[in-house]
């Protein structure tokens, strides 16, 4: 079982940045691909970025260049820096862990507001 708790969301204005991080628990965190999806309202839920076991990311193109996905295991934590935000990233941010062998997980999510 892992618990994913986001955290660093919150109200921005166009052009500013915020850091979201996912901390989970248990022993197995370096095991777990990691991502970040969003959902804005009225919207389904889209992908945003991921980072591999062995740290290799991959982002969706509304965000690349903006954002940057990192990993600390140490710290059993997932990082998202977003950049130049901008009025449509408004939405509410979840992180995920993905294993084929240990199962899918998600956090509660958090909300990020970026005022036009």
Known sequence: QVQLVESGGGLVQAGGSLRLSCAA????FSSFDMRWFRQAPGKQREFVAHISISAFTVYAD???GRFTISRDNAKNTVYLQMNSLKFEDT???YCNAFSSTLG???GQGTQVTVSS
Do not use: D, E, L, Q
């Open 104 to 106: 899918t997980y998600w």
């Open 25 to 28: 628990s248990g022993r197995t």
């Open 62 to 64: 509304s965000v690349k």
């Open 91 to 93: 939405a509410v941010y």
